[in-house]
């Protein structure tokens, strides 16, 4: 079992920078990968960011490349997702998953098998 808590969402302006933070435990959290989504009013969740274990390789949602920055610090047990230049489209309550089954994708809601409850982003125009 993976439990997953996400935080540092809330309310910013247009062109703004939040944090998320989504912090993991029970399992070794260095053996999975680690996704972040979103999911819009009347939306279907989508794919946001992802990273391997290891770090090494990372994963972007073309709509927030160059923008948003995917990181993880194993020592912590938490992964982050940096994002810089937002955007009022960028509004979503936004979920981190973890991917333990070692799936060669992990960028498709179907490759996670743990979820956080989300965390709400508003940017305001």
């Known amino acids: 079992q993976v439990q997953l808590v996400e935080s540092g969402g809330g309310l910013v302006q247009a062109g703004g920078s939040l944090r998320l933070s989504c912090a993991a435990s029970?399992?070794?959290?260095?053996?999975?990968?680690m996704g972040w989504f979103r999911q819009a009013p009347g939306k279907e969740r989508e794919f946001v960011a992802a990273i391997r274990w290891s770090g090494a390789n990372t994963y972007y949602a073309d709509s927030v490349k160059g923008r948003f920055t995917i990181s993880r610090d194993n020592a912590k047990n938490t992964v982050y997702l940096q994002m810089n230049s937002l955007k009022p489209e960028d509004t979503a309550v936004y979920y981190c998953?973890?991917?333990?089954?070692?799936?060669?994708?992990?960028?498709?809601?179907?490759?996670?098998?743990?979820w956080g409850q989300g965390t709400q982003v508003t940017v305001s125009s």
């Open positions: 998953a973890a991917e333990t089954l070692g799936s060669s994708s992990i960028t498709r809601i179907r490759d996670y098998n743990y």
């Open positions: 029970g399992r070794t959290f260095s053996n999975y990968a």
